[in-house]
């Protein structure tokens, strides 16, 4: 999608609406793609960035303390390039969408997301938009990517999933 977008990926701003567990994998994937920490912002339902949560890992809990940041979504998502809608936050809309960076891209992944991929494009034409509703024409699951790693890695009689790998097959989708 940043390609596409036609923008470099280790100097986009990305949101993460969603604490849940998949962020602390997301986050060390986007960290080994080139995304720089200080440029990840995490929130959640709240639209707090969640300093004090006590469900926080630690790894998550230590992007949060050096970025020291205690911001709302409107804040979060003013110029930013990605957003990636995790958790049911309903917080985000049209208004806050605006905020963003021209050509942005927009992942709602969240079974219930605050809003829908049809709104959302109408909303910003001049975004890139990826939806977990099975309605949306670029429906993303993460079926489109477990079984060509795991036949990958079947295929070349791989022991373990490794990092290098995963980037692989990030770069490949």
């Known amino acids: 999608a940043a390609e596409i977008a ?4 280790g100097s986009m701003r990305i ?4 604490v849940d567990t998949s962020t ?3 986050v060390n994937l986007l960290l080994k793609l080139g995304v720089r920490e200080e440029d990840i912002v995490i929130i959640d339902n709240k639209g707090l960035f969640p300093i004090s949560r006590s469900y926080l890992s630690d790894e998550i809990y230590d992007i949060i303390s050096r970025n020291s940041l205690e911001i709302s979504i409107n ?4 110029g930013a390039d990605l957003l990636l809608e995790s958790t049911e936050g309903h917080h985000i809309n049209k208004e806050v969408l605006d905020k963003m960076a021209a050509s942005p891209i927009i ?3 969240s079974a219930t997301t605050s809003i829908d991929y049809y709104s959302t494009i109408k ?5 890139i938009v990826a939806s977990r509703e099975n309605t949306a024409p670029n429906q993303i699951e993460n079926i489109l990517a477990s079984p060509y ?4 890695a079947l295929d070349s009689y791989a022991t373990v999933i490794n990092e290098s790998m995963l980037l692989s097959a990030v770069r490949s989708i």
């Open 123 to 127: 909303g910003r034409p001049d975004a």
């Open 107 to 109: 992942f709602l992944l």
């Open 24 to 26: 602390l994998s997301t």
């Open 6 to 9: 036609g923008k470099e990926i």
């Open 149 to 152: 790693l795991f036949r990958g």
């Open 75 to 78: 804040e979060a998502l003013n």
């Open 15 to 18: 949101v993460i609406d969603g």
